[in-house]
């Protein structure tokens, strides 16, 4: 996209000054800086959004709150990612997804083979006007960036995305350890490894490489917040989001409405996306949206709709304009045939259908004296029972046909992923059956195996008991029943289940992933075995697995290191650590009306995209 | 009467730390352990430490419980543990919403349930009686689940008298457009119980001796049954309608759901899948403190129902 400066007035240059005002010129300096930024502010920015049109969509979860680095759901995370910026963000139309700009001129020099990044900022951005600015223009700078870097290891602010930072920054821990014993945070402290080495040069030196971190920065919780803002509104920022973004927030009726408008003095972009050969979708988008000012859209409601009957009616009444279809009402949307039942196409609904960036599996506990470890027949017994699962029934049934077989740890979309590769645990009963049976997992009277050496053999399955997790609790036992072991479905509490998963004390549970950004080292150090108590919940352990991770960490991307990423597939499955499942399907309905959409597996909030045709 | 009140009032102290011991007993032994939730995708154990040192949740028990016995004697139980806001905010601004659909709700059942019941008690074991009791009997027997989707369905979508879900900014717009349809499902759902059970009561009261004296003294059978039977049957009518009275408070959660009414109900259960503890125990101390108010109104309503009823 093509950045722009905003209206007529012009704001190049820095408009705030360091230098106390002790003089006339200084005086009149700021004053007509001041004016100039209100210009800028009265002006229509480029591409003003028409405050006319009104996007209307459903969240089907609340939001928490909009403090960036406080917020893990994805909800609050998309109205976030509409009003802050990060350095980074991802191109709108290019898949696998791709790196772009935002408040950074260009992507960042790096240096030290992957270890030094320097982000060199866009003149000219300002946060939108708050009191807590005392009634002057902020722009933003890149000690922002440092303030917002820091905030992550803030122990005060429980920061769920804390890990992304967590060991990479030379002396930002041990703020943090410091921070533990005081009970304050040191902002003011200088970091060498991180730092505004001017007021619009940010250099981040690295503990060690890693060619992942502009993904981390591109992470809608890196968005850059105003000091004074969050201490003007200390224990509740969460309700007071300041940002440079597109939008802002303007009514927030919490867990039922929040409305968002166009930010006027955001300085606007040209949509020019050039898309992906031979897409469809991307040529008819560009056709649509080539060259206009953005954002278009001038108002964006959500409600929350937490129910999805409320929300598939409230789409047929045309009260939403966009519907993230449920799984639930697939046959009422489509015929047969998966086409768009002919009400809709009169309607002239369209339908953008793409696999998430996600994997759903179930993990074993490699720990456990059961079903754990490397023996041959805890591994046949682990890959007996993966086998004969019957996940055709689970994409059919339980999702629906909205879903996909995950064939590796990398799903569709992420880079890393291969299409050609097919997993060795295709489903097999019989083939199960004879597995167990070789290894001495005989048949009691009961139907039900005994280990190889006679003691009853009681698998127990971790549930949190939702109606899916009782589906999936359901379709275990049936699957299991099937080759003679007797699985017994354990419910309790999500929280009670993940804290004895991270003690490696559940003998089995089903979990997803979904990408936090778009590089399969997210996915693969689920299994790397110094992250058990942290993410890797199924303790698995591998000497293997685990060196061909490290080496992956050392390179960027590049087919040397998607080979390791195929040999811990490889790996992880010999092993029979997880019983891989699948990716999930996502249709969205679309109203005619609503031009530009496209969604991305990454990013959360494509408004400033789009545009309303009525 | 004063001195009745006073006693009453000065008895609710002891019921009230039972509720406050069983509720941190409960959440203490069950509630689950909300660090781990608040810790997000990946947490370490020192992640899991800060979190439960910023809520309390690792300072003894006995610390815990003067915590918790300190916040109802300020009235302040502090910021939900899951999305920081003001316990006494949630109650506020989701208070309201749930009023909105069961005050309306619980006057309009409670009057036509009573017409209702005295008019099918008036003419027992005729047809029109067994077939409304029949009718209730099946009403019962389906689920507000059912009620819900149905009407939503056929009455919002398909005939559009309603919209389908949705909450506005003023009283009139909620109470006049988007309570209508809750309030209609909720009354459809309470009328057959509240039917069948006063007509009981007043089932009971209608072959008094009062009722046969009444008659022979030429009393008109309207001021029978709306004035000597109804006041004599008011009693547990009264018990039964107060009774309900807390429930107000912890909201309708299936219909604040469907109807995206952002009321209390939808936040105790979230409150409870999250193990937000401030949240639990503010509700639950509330209902508390209501439920005993309540029924000391209910008592001294009896006395004002029925002059023979002594308060001791």
């Not at chain 1, 900022?121 to 009191?131: A, E, K, Q």
């Not at chain 2, 910021?79 to 806001?85: C, G, I, Y």
Request: with cysteine; charged share 20%; proline share 5%.
């Amino acid at each position: 996209m093509k950045e722009s400066s905003a209206g007529g007035c012009g704001t190049g240059g820095s408009l705030a000054d360091d230098d106390p005002v002790t003089s006339r010129r200084a005086w009149r300096s700021r004053t007509l800086a001041f004016a100039l930024w209100l210009c800028a502010l009265a002006t229509p920015a480029f591409g003003a959004a028409d405050p006319a049109k009104v996007l209307r969509i459903t969240f089907e979860v609340a939001e928490s709150g909009f403090d960036p680095v406080r917020v893990s759901d994805n909800y609050s995370a998309t109205v976030n990612e509409a009003i802050f910026e990060r350095l980074l963000t991802y191109d709108y139309l290019a898949r696998p997804a791709r790196l772009a700009p935002m408040t950074a001129e260009a992507m960042p020099e790096v240096a030290d083979g992957g270890r030094t990044y320097t982000f060199r900022l866009r003149r000219g951005i300002h946060f939108t006007p708050d009191p807590a600015f005392g009634g002057h223009p902020r722009e933003l700078v890149a000690q922002d960036y440092v303030y917002t870097f820091m905030r992550f290891l803030d122990p005060k602010n429980r920061a769920p995305y804390a890990f992304l930072l967590e060991g990479k920054i030379e002396g930002l821990d041990k703020l943090a350890a410091a921070a533990k014993q005081s009970g304050r945070f040191d902002y003011d402290a200088r970091l060498a490894d991180l730092e505004a080495v001017d007021r619009y040069t940010l250099r981040i030196r690295l503990a060690r490489p890693d060619f992942n971190f502009p993904y981390i920065v591109a992470h809608t919780s890196f968005g850059a917040v105003a000091r004074e803002v969050i201490e003007a509104y200390s224990g509740q920022t969460d309700a007071h989001p300041v940002g440079t973004g597109a939008y802002q927030l303007k009514q927030w009726k919490r867990a039922s409405k929040i409305v968002l408008e166009a930010n006027p003095g955001y300085r606007g972009f040209t949509w020019d996306f050039t898309g992906n050969n031979g897409d469809a979708w991307d040529a008819a988008l560009i056709d649509a949206m080539k060259g206009r000012s953005m954002p278009q859209i001038g108002r964006v409601e959500i409600s929350i709709m937490e129910e999805f009957q409320s929300q598939w009616l409230a789409f047929r009444q045309q009260q939403i304009d966009l519907l993230n279809l449920p799984s639930t009402f697939r046959t009422d949307a489509f015929g047969h045939d998966d086409r768009l039942k002919p009400e809709f196409v009169d309607q002239r609904v369209s339908v953008y259908s793409f696999i998430a960036p996600e994997i759903i599996y179930a993990y074993f506990n490699m720990l456990d004296p059961l079903v754990g470890g490397f023996a041959r027949d805890k591994i046949a017994l682990r890959r007996a029972m993966i086998l004969g699962y019957r996940l055709e029934e689970d994409i059919n049934v339980i999702r629906r046909r909205m879903a996909v077989v995950a064939e590796m740890p990398v799903p569709v979309g992420v880079v890393g992923h291969d299409p050609a590769y097919r997993s060795i645990n295709q489903r097999d009963p019989a083939l199960a059956n004879r597995l167990l049976d070789h290894f001495g997992y005989a048949k009691g009277k009961d139907g039900y195996r005994t280990t190889p050496d006679g003691k009853p053999l009681v698998v127990r399955y971790a549930n949190s008991g939702s109606v899916v997790d009782r589906e999936h609790g359901e379709l275990w036992k049936k699957s299991m029943d099937a080759i003679g072991i007797n699985l017994q479905v354990d419910v309790a509490p999500f929280g009670e289940n993940l804290k004895a998963a991270k003690a490696c004390k559940l003998m089995m549970w089903e979990s997803a992933w979904g990408a936090d950004y778009p590089d399969g080292d997210n996915f693969m150090q689920l299994l790397y075995g110094p992250n058990t108590g942290q993410s890797n919940n199924g303790c698995y352990q591998s000497a293997a697995f685990d060196a061909f991770y490290e080496k992956s960490r050392t390179l960027p991307d590049s087919p040397e290191r998607n080979r390791l990423f195929l040999e811990m597939s490889r790996q992880m499955e010999v092993d029979g650590a997880w019983s891989l499942h699948l990716s999930r399907e996502r249709r969205w309905l679309i109203r005619p009306w609503v031009r530009g959409f496209k969604r991305h597996p990454i990013l959360h909030a494509e408004w400033q995209y789009m545009d309303i045709e009525r | 009467m004063w001195a009745y009140i006073v006693r009453r009032l000065w008895q609710m102290l002891p019921t009230l730390l039972g509720v406050v011991l069983l509720v941190f007993v409960l959440f203490n032994l069950f509630g689950g352990d909300p660090a781990y939730v608040l810790a997000g995708k990946i947490s370490n154990p020192e992640q899991i430490d800060n979190i439960r040192r910023q809520l309390g949740v690792d300072q003894p028990y006995y610390v815990q419980l003067g915590i918790f016995l300190k916040q109802i004697v300020t009235a302040d139980f502090g910021a939900s543990w899951s999305t920081n806001e003001q316990v006494s905010q949630i109650l506020v601004t989701r208070l309201p919403p749930s009023l909105t659909v069961l005050v309306p709700l619980l006057f309009l059942e409670t009057f036509i349930a009573i017409g209702l019941a005295l008019a099918v008690a008036y003419v027992r074991g005729s047809l029109t009686d067994r077939a409304v009791m029949m009718v209730c009997t099946v009403g019962l027997s389906i689920s507000i689940l059912v009620y819900i989707i149905v009407f939503q369905y056929v009455f919002a979508y398909k005939l559009g008298w309603f919209p389908v879900q949705g909450w506005g900014n003023s009283l009139w717009e909620n109470l006049t457009r988007y309570a209508l349809l809750p309030i209609i499902i909720a009354l459809v759902v309470s009328i057959a119980p509240n039917l069948r059970l006063f007509r009981t009561f007043v089932l009971d009261e209608i072959n008094q001796d009062y009722v046969r004296t009444a008659r022979a003294k030429g009393v008109g059978e309207n001021r029978i049954m709306w004035v000597h039977v109804l006041r004599n049957a008011s009693i547990p009518i009264i018990t039964h309608v107060m009774s309900a009275l807390p429930s107000l408070l912890i909201g309708a959660f299936l219909l604040e759901r469907f109807f995206s009414i952002p009321g209390i109900g939808r936040e105790v259960i979230l409150a409870v899948e999250r193990s937000d503890f401030p949240v639990i125990k503010a509700l639950t101390v509330y209902v508390a403190i209501a439920t005993m108010v309540v029924n000391l109104l209910a008592d001294l309503m009896y006395k004002a129902v029925d002059p023979r009823v002594q308060l001791k």
